[in-house]
C-alpha cells in the first residue's frame, strides 16, 4: 500500500512529473536559449510562470464551453499520468502486464486529442485552425510511432520493459520524430505557429486552465522521455535512466534550435513518405527475425 | 549545416546579451544623453530655447531660471549646437536612465543664483 | 465554394505592425487580399507646414525609425536644393557612411524577421546579434543607437573622428564574414528552403507593370536603385546596384544579404577616400526660401526609393510631400498573395520588409453610408468636420 502511494504521488508519479516535467523544459529553455546565444530565463522558470497563472483569472470567451475547456486539460494531464504507471523506473513498473504498450499507445493519444478538442472547445477561429493542425499532426505522426513503439513490443511481449534498440536505429528515429511532434516543437510547431495562429488550441486559455495545460506539457516531456530512455535505451537503473533522459533532452533541444517550422503538408509527407518507411523497414526486420 | 554547428559551439559560451540592470552598457564618448546645463556661462540669450525643435526648453530672464522638460526634449543636441559660449553652457551629458514615475518629475528648472551655483 | 474572409492584423503576432490585411481563403489557399490602412496615422507631412525649415529636419526624423536618416538627408537634399546650396565633399562622404550603416541594420532586421516567421528562432537571435555590430557602430559615430540627427541643412553636425576608423573597419570586417555565413545558410538550408523558394513569387513582367521599389523589384531582375544615379558620392565609390532573378522570397532575402556586403564594400571604400575639410557650410539659424519655389529631392533609403516633394512658404514650408517606399510597394501585395496559403502569408509580408509607420495615411470611413473619404489638410485643421 505505501508502495502504492510513493508510487503514484511521489516516484515517478505526480510529484516527480511536477518537478522533473517542469526542471526539463526549464533546462530545455535555458539550453536552447545558449544555443542562440543569449542568456534565457533561469531553470526553475516554467514553476514561476505556473504559479503566476494560478493566481490569474480564468476567462471564459462567450463562443466557448467553459466546462470542456476546463475538462480537457485535467483529461489531458491525467491520461500522461496514468502512462507512468506502466513505466518501470529502476527495473520495477506499478503495473506490468504483456500488452501494455497499446495501453500507452492509447493514453498518448488521447492526451494530444484533449489538446485539440480544447481548441474546438474555445469557439476562437485561431484555437479552432489550431486544433484541426493538431489533428492532422496527430494522425501524421502517429503511424511512424505506434509503429516503431510496437517493433519493440513485439521483443518485449508487448510489455513496456527495458530494451536496447540499439539494431533498431530506424524505430528509435521514429520514435524521437513523433516524440517532438507530440510536444509540438520545431520542426513540427504547427500547431502552435505563433506567427500564423497566435497560440493555436490554447489561444483563448488563460489562468489556472492554461496552468494545467502547462502542467500536462511539462508531464508530457517527463513521460515520453522517460518512456524513450527506458524503452529504446534500456534504463534499468536509475542511474542510466537519467542520462538517457538527458541525450534525448538534448536531441529534443537540438532540433529546437536548428530546425524552421515545415508547413502542415511537408510535416505530413515527411512522417509518411520518410520517417514511416523507415520505422517500417525496423518493424519489418522483427516479423521476419532479420536482427542479430 | 551552418545553424548546427555554430548552435553546438555556443552552448558554453558567455552569451553575446547582458542582464541589463545588473550589468552597465558601456557608453561611447559622444553621446547624447540628459541635457545639463551650466549656469556659469549662460548668457541668456534665449537661442537654445528659440531653435528647440520640441519646444522642450524654457528661460525667464528676470529671474535668471533655465528650465527643461524631459518628457518633450528628444536630446538631439541643437541646442548645444546653437549655444554661442565657450565653453558651451547646454550640453549632453551621458546620463542615460531618466524614467520617473511622475511627470512632475520630468519638468527640471535651474536657477542662477548670486553666488552662480 | 467555401469562401470566407479571415484578417490578419491590425493585431496579429506575426508582424508587430498595424496594417490589416482581410484575406479571402478557400480552404487554406488566399484566393484574394485587400489592403486596409490608416491604423497609424501621425500627421506628419501636416505638422511640416508648421515648423521652420531647420526644425522639419528633426520632424522628418520622426517619420521611421529604422530609416530615419534617408528622410533627414532627403529633406535637407530638397531644402538645399531650393537653396542651390552644395555641400563640402566630406559632409557627402559622412552622410554616405552612416546611411550605409543604417541600411546594414535594416536589412538584417528584415532578414531576422524573416527568420522569425518561418519559426526559426536561433538564425532570428544570430542575426539581430550580428545586427549589434551595425547598431554599435552607428551609436560610436552618431551618439545614439536611432535618431542619429547626424544631418543638417548644408551638411552635417557632426565630423567623424579618424580614431574611430579602425573600430569601424573592424566592425564591418567582422560583419562581412557573418553576412557570407547567412548567405550560405539561405542558399543552402534544406529547412529553410523548403519554406521559401517559389513563394511569394513576382515576375519580372508584373514587377514593371505594378513598379514596387527597393529589394523587392531588383529581386525580381529590374535593375532600378536611385544610388545608380550617383547623388552623393556614390558614383565616386563605384557602385554597383544588386539584381536577383527568382523573385520569390528567399531571392529578396538573398539580394538584402548582397546588398549588405555591397554596403560594407562602400563605407570600407569611403573611409579610405573621405578627404579633409569642413563639414557643414553655413546657413541662417532662421532660413528663409522664396516662396512658391519647390523641388522634389529623392534617395535610396533601404526599402526603396524614397521621395520628398518641398515648396516652400517663406520660413516655413508650405506643403511637405512623402513617398515612403513602403507605400509603393504595397502595390504587389495583392499579386504575391494570391494563390498561396495562410502560413506563407507571414513570410511573404515579412519578404517585403514592409515599414508601416512610414506608410500610413489616413483614410475616414463613415460607419452610417460606409463612405470612404481621405481626409485634407484644411479638415485636420477645423476639428469639427471630423
Redesign the interface.
Known amino acids: 500500500m505505501i508502495d502504492f502511494v510513493v508510487y503514484t504521488l511521489i516516484f515517478p508519479g505526480f510529484a516527480s512529473a511536477f518537478f522533473a516535467g517542469f526542471i526539463y523544459y526549464g533546462i530545455l529553455r535555458k539550453v536552447t536559449a545558449h544555443m542562440q546565444h543569449r542568456i534565457g530565463p533561469p531553470v526553475w522558470q516554467p514553476f514561476l510562470d505556473f504559479v503566476k497563472l494560478l493566481a490569474k483569472e480564468n476567462i471564459t470567451p462567450d463562443d466557448s464551453t467553459g466546462f470542456v475547456m476546463t475538462l480537457c486539460p485535467i483529461v489531458s494531464f491525467a491520461s500522461l499520468m496514468t502512462v507512468l504507471v506502466f513505466i518501470p523506473f529502476n527495473g520495477y513498473a506499478l503495473v506490468s502486464f504483456s500488452g501494455s504498450i497499446l495501453i500507452v499507445i492509447y493514453l498518448l493519444v488521447m492526451a494530444s486529442a484533449f489538446i485539440a478538442i480544447a481548441g474546438f472547445a474555445t469557439g476562437n477561429p485561431f484555437g479552432k485552425i489550431g486544433s484541426v493542425r493538431e489533428l492532422t499532426q496527430l494522425i501524421a505522426y502517429e503511424f511512424p510511432f505506434i509503429v516503431s513503439l510496437l517493433t519493440i513490443g513485439f521483443l518485449t511481449n508487448f510489455k513496456v520493459s527495458p530494451f536496447v534498440a540499439l539494431q533498431f536505429p530506424f524505430a528509435f528515429v521514429a520514435f524521437v520524430a513523433g516524440m517532438q511532434g507530440k510536444f509540438s516543437l520545431p520542426p513540427f510547431h504547427i500547431p502552435e505557429a505563433e506567427q500564423e495562429i497566435v497560440a493555436g488550441p490554447f489561444t483563448e486559455y488563460s489562468g489556472p486552465r492554461l496552468a494545467m495545460f502547462e502542467l500536462a506539457k511539462a508531464a508530457s516531456f517527463w513521460v515520453l522521455i522517460s518512456l524513450g530512455s527506458v524503452m529504446f535505451m534500456g534504463a534499468s537503473n536509475i542511474f542510466a535512466f537519467f542520462i538517457n533522459s538527458f541525450v534525448l533532452l538534448f536531441a529534443v533541444m537540438v532540433m529546437r534550435a536548428v530546425f524552421a517550422r515545415l508547413r502542415i503538408q511537408q510535416a505530413f509527407r515527411l512522417y509518411w513518405f520518410v520517417i514511416a518507411p523507415l520505422a517500417i523497414i525496423d518493424f519489418v526486420r522483427v516479423l521476419t527475425g532479420l536482427y542479430w | ?4 554547428s ?3 559551439k ?4 558567455r ?5 541589463y540592470p545588473k550589468e552597465k552598457p558601456k557608453i ?1 564618448e ?3 544623453g540628459r541635457i545639463e546645463w551650466n549656469p556659469e556661462t549662460c548668457i541668456f540669450c534665449m ?1 537654445c530655447a528659440i ?1 528647440c ?2 519646444n522642450a526648453i524654457t528661460i525667464n530672464k528676470e529671474k535668471k531660471e533655465w528650465s527643461i522638460d524631459i518628457g518633450k526634449c ?5 541646442c548645444h ?2 549655444c554661442p559660449t565657450k565653453p558651451k553652457s547646454v550640453s ?1 551629458s551621458k546620463k542615460y536612465e531618466l524614467a520617473e514615475y511622475e511627470k512632475e518629475k520630468f519638468r527640471l528648472k535651474f536657477r542662477k543664483s548670486e553666488r552662480g551655483g | 465554394m467555401n469562401e470566407f474572409y479571415i484578417p490578419f492584423g491590425p493585431q496579429h503576432p506575426a508582424l508587430i505592425e498595424p496594417v490589416h490585411i482581410k484575406l479571402k481563403v478557400d480552404g487554406e489557399k488566399i484566393v484574394d487580399s485587400e489592403l486596409v490602412l490608416g491604423y497609424n496615422h501621425k500627421g506628419i507631412e501636416k505638422s511640416f507646414e508648421n515648423r521652420w525649415w531647420a526644425k522639419g529636419m528633426y520632424l522628418s526624423e520622426r517619420v521611421c525609425g529604422i530609416c530615419g536618416h534617408y528622410h533627414t538627408s532627403c529633406f535637407a537634399q530638397g531644402v538645399e536644393n531650393l537653396l542651390d546650396l552644395e555641400i563640402p565633399e566630406r559632409a557627402k562622404y559622412i552622410r554616405v557612411i552612416i546611411g550605409e550603416i543604417e541600411r546594414i541594420h535594416s536589412h538584417m532586421l528584415a532578414l531576422g524577421i524573416v527568420a522569425y516567421e518561418l519559426g526559426l528562432d536561433t538564425l532570428f537571435h544570430y542575426i539581430f546579434r550580428d545586427r549589434e555590430l551595425a547598431m554599435e557602430t552607428q551609436e560610436l559615430l552618431t551618439g545614439n543607437r536611432v535618431h542619429f540627427v547626424m544631418n543638417v541643412i548644408g551638411g552635417v553636425r557632426k565630423d567623424i573622428e579618424t580614431k574611430y576608423f579602425n573600430l569601424v573597419e573592424k566592425n564591418m570586417e567582422r560583419l562581412d564574414n557573418r553576412l557570407h555565413e547567412y548567405l550560405k545558410i539561405f542558399k543552402t538550408d534544406t529547412a529553410i528552403r523548403k519554406r521559401i523558394t517559389h513563394i511569394g513569387y513576382l515576375s519580372r513582367r508584373k514587377a514593371k507593370e505594378l513598379t514596387p521599389v527597393g529589394p523587392n523589384i531588383r529581386a525580381s531582375g529590374i535593375k532600378y536603385d536611385v544610388r545608380e544615379s550617383g547623388y552623393l558620392v556614390y558614383d565616386n565609390l563605384g557602385f554597383k546596384a544588386v539584381t536577383g532573378e527568382g523573385g520569390d522570397v528567399l531571392e529578396r532575402c538573398v539580394v538584402r544579404i548582397k546588398e549588405c556586403l555591397e554596403s560594407v564594400r562602400l563605407i570600407e571604400d569611403a573611409l579610405v577616400k573621405i578627404p579633409k575639410g569642413e563639414i557643414s557650410k553655413s546657413v541662417p539659424l532662421l532660413l528663409k526660401i522664396p516662396e512658391g519655389r519647390e523641388t522634389v529631392s529623392r534617395v535610396e533609403a533601404p526599402r526603396g526609393e524614397l521621395i520628398y516633394y518641398l515648396k516652400s512658404a517663406g520660413d516655413k514650408p508650405y506643403r511637405v510631400k512623402i513617398r515612403t517606399p513602403t507605400y509603393q510597394t504595397f502595390t504587389i501585395i495583392n499579386e504575391i498573395l494570391r494563390g498561396y496559403e495562410i502560413p506563407d502569408v507571414p513570410v511573404i509580408i515579412a519578404s517585403l520588409d514592409p515599414c508601416l509607420s512610414c506608410t500610413d495615411r489616413l483614410t475616414i470611413v463613415d460607419l452610417n453610408t460606409e463612405r470612404e473619404r481621405v481626409v485634407s489638410g484644411d479638415d485636420i485643421r477645423r476639428r469639427e468636420t471630423l
Open positions: 549545416m551552418g545553424i548546427l555554430e548552435a553546438i555556443r552552448i558554453l559560451e552569451p553575446a546579451t547582458r542582464k561611447p559622444g553621446f547624447r537661442l531653435n525643435p520640441t528628444i536630446f538631439c543636441g541643437r549646437d546653437v549632453n
